[in-house]
């Protein structure tokens, strides 16, 4: 049987096809691979760019939250000038913040398991204890023999509960300044204030057996920073047998700025003999190491005075107190 041929022209043409279909094939490959570089390219980018925003997103997170402390410790301070200002004022005008609270002249004291008689009664306070000067003070305490009381914040851990039965055993008096010492969230409501009290005193009476009832305000019962009326906490402690105690005499040591010996021995004894009750407010907290260093001449400096002592507060200890509200009617 004769084989038949494809016509020469036919073949060249099937030739030509498979040689432009290879080159369409390479010419794909080609176009599919520079697309696919320049879509990873992007891709890359794309990640270099949500990086660079996500790091941006944690610094502005970080900026806002320094902020947001800054703040607080900007109204805190600001609540301290306002303090210092009205002491300074009550002192200039002659009267004592406390004096609507203490004895008449003449009139004395309960005799038995009472207080000391003199003429000028003072009462060394520390506020936002306990802290890592809490045993020093109280070394200095002992050496001169003489009792305090200290308005300690809920700060749970092993070295502060030790600091709060070692208080207690010296013979000191303990008293609540809040648990969270946050003014924002104590001063919120009623209800607020009165949760955060009971987990304050149970707190001390968990580690010390001891049930307090006295107490200071974080800011002082004159505060501006509580959106609140200050009456209504007032009502709350005095609902609850709980006496509240201010001070008539600051030592200035509240702020974040550290004064010196001088400084805090001037403004803790300059008025002393001006009241018949001088309640000194003080700090114990990390930043205050120069009001230890002071506490010495501060306690030599009162005991040189005559016809005054110094003294815990006690159930019998007249209140010194910024506002004043009868709640027994």
């Known amino acids: 049987m004769q084989e038949t041929f494809p016509p020469p022209g036919r073949s060249r043409r099937v030739r030509r096809m498979k040689r432009y279909n290879t080159v369409m094939l390479i010419f794909s490959v080609l176009i599919l691979t520079a697309l696919s570089g320049c879509l990873l390219a992007r891709i890359y980018r794309q990640d270099e760019t949500i990086g660079r925003l996500s790091a941006q997103v944690g610094q502005l997170s970080r900026a806002v939250d320094e902020r947001q402390e800054l703040l607080e410790l900007m109204e805190e301070e600001l609540q301290r000038l306002r303090e210092e200002i009205s002491a300074g004022a009550g002192q200039q005008a002659g009267t004592d913040p406390g004096q609507e609270m203490q004895l008449p002249e003449g009139e004395e004291g309960p005799e038995e398991g009472g207080e000391v008689e003199a ?134 040591d509240g702020g974040s700025a550290v004064l010196p010996v001088e400084t805090l021995l001037k403004n803790c004894t300059g008025t002393v003999e001006k009241y018949s009750t001088s309640v000194i407010l003080m700090h114990d907290s990390a930043g205050k190491k120069t009001t230890v260093e002071a506490l010495p001449e501060i306690i030599e400096t009162i005991l040189e005075m005559d016809d005054t002592v110094i003294l815990p507060i006690t159930e019998y200890t007249e209140p010194v107190q910024h506002r004043h509200w009868d709640f027994e009617e």
């Open 119 to 252: 003429a000028h009664k003072v009462y060394l306070t520390f506020d936002d204890g306990p802290s890592v000067y809490t045993d020093d003070i109280l070394d200095i305490l002992e050496e001169y023999g003489v009792k305090a009381t200290f308005f300690v914040v809920g700060k749970d851990t092993e070295e502060a509960r030790e600091s709060m039965k070692d208080i207690v055993e010296a013979g000191h008096t303990l008293g609540m300044h809040s648990y969270s010492h946050k003014y924002s969230e104590i001063y919120a409501s009623v209800e607020a204030f009165a949760e955060d009290f009971a987990k304050a005193q149970e707190y001390i009476y968990d580690v010390t057996g001891v049930k307090s009832s006295v107490y200071r305000f974080p800011g002082g019962s004159s505060n501006s920073v509580s959106k609140q009326d200050m009456e209504i906490f007032g009502e709350y402690l005095h609902s609850q047998g709980v006496t509240f105690f201010d001070w008539n005499i600051s030592s200035g």
